[in-house]
């Protein structure tokens, strides 16, 4: 398996977003958009995918909401490419992943074919620094991006904060499996013979 990594530039004239990933890192991170909850939830995505990722995302029009859609659009795209076609992978893959008293569960089929379900169930108008529309819309633009298949819920919790940790956190999980190389798999994972 050739090596899988990627990086990836996005500008626009509302933000300028930089990716670089290697899918079969060891879980360094170095991120920084200016939004202190979305550094964290990358930052835990990157640790418990195990993969290496750094982040560097500036806002040129100062709208929060712009910055949080392009960050998640170029790290699915990078993580995307950084998959290539996806030979040998073990491609499906599951994780519930706890945080006190939240639950949370994610499903990922590594297909090349976008799909994803997401019920984070928060409450509260915002969590930290970022309303919870912008949050949202963070995951939603993350899994579109991904080029994956991907249900993710949160079962149950109290703490909104909690919540979306454990749903970031489930997600990284399952997604580590998924995308793990598979000794027994000789080429792509489909009975179609593509993804």
């Given at each position: 398996?050739?090596?899988?990594?990627?990086?990836?530039?996005?500008?626009?004239?509302?933000?300028?977003?930089?990716?670089?990933?290697?899918?079969?890192?060891?879980?360094?991170?170095?991120?920084?958009?200016?939004?202190?909850?979305?550094?964290?939830?990358?930052?835990?995505?990157?640790?418990?995918?195990?993969?290496?990722?750094?982040?560097?995302?500036?806002?040129?029009?100062?709208?929060?909401?712009?910055?949080?859609?392009?960050?998640?659009?170029?790290?699915?795209?990078?993580?995307?490419?950084?998959?290539?076609?996806?030979?040998?992978?073990?491609?499906?893959?599951?994780?519930?992943?706890?945080?006190?008293?939240?639950?949370?569960?994610?499903?990922?089929?590594?297909?090349?074919?976008?799909?994803?379900?997401?019920?984070?169930?928060?409450k509260r108008t915002k969590i930290e620094d970022v309303?919870?529309?912008?949050?949202?819309?963070?995951?939603?633009?993350?899994?579109?991006?991904?080029?994956?298949?991907?249900?993710?819920?949160?079962?149950?919790?109290?703490?909104?904060?909690?919540?979306?940790?454990?749903?970031?956190?489930?997600?990284?999980?399952?997604?580590?499996?998924?995308?793990?190389?598979?000794?027994?798999?000789?080429?792509?994972?489909?009975?179609?013979?593509?993804?």
């Open positions: 398996m050739k090596k899988r990594s990627s990086k990836i530039k996005r500008e626009t004239k509302e933000t300028s977003v930089s990716v670089t990933t290697n899918i079969d890192g060891t879980g360094k991170t170095s991120v920084s958009t200016g939004v202190n909850f979305v550094d964290h939830l990358i930052t835990a995505f990157g640790k418990h995918a195990m993969l290496d990722l750094t982040v560097k995302a500036k806002s040129k029009d100062n709208i929060v909401h712009h910055l949080i859609e392009d960050t998640a659009i170029t790290i699915g795209n990078a993580i995307d490419e950084a998959l290539g076609n996806r030979i040998g992978v073990t491609r499906f893959s599951y994780a519930s992943v706890p945080m006190d008293e939240s639950l949370a569960e994610a499903s990922v089929d590594l297909v090349k074919r976008p799909f994803y379900k997401l019920t984070l169930s928060i309303s919870k529309e912008d949050l949202e819309h963070f995951f939603q633009s993350l899994l579109q991006n991904l080029n994956s298949c991907i249900h993710l819920t949160v079962k149950y919790g109290d703490n909104d904060h909690h919540k979306v940790e454990a749903a970031m956190k489930s997600l990284a999980v399952a997604f580590r499996i998924a995308c793990s190389k598979d000794s027994k798999q000789k080429g792509i994972p489909s009975t179609k013979g593509a993804m």
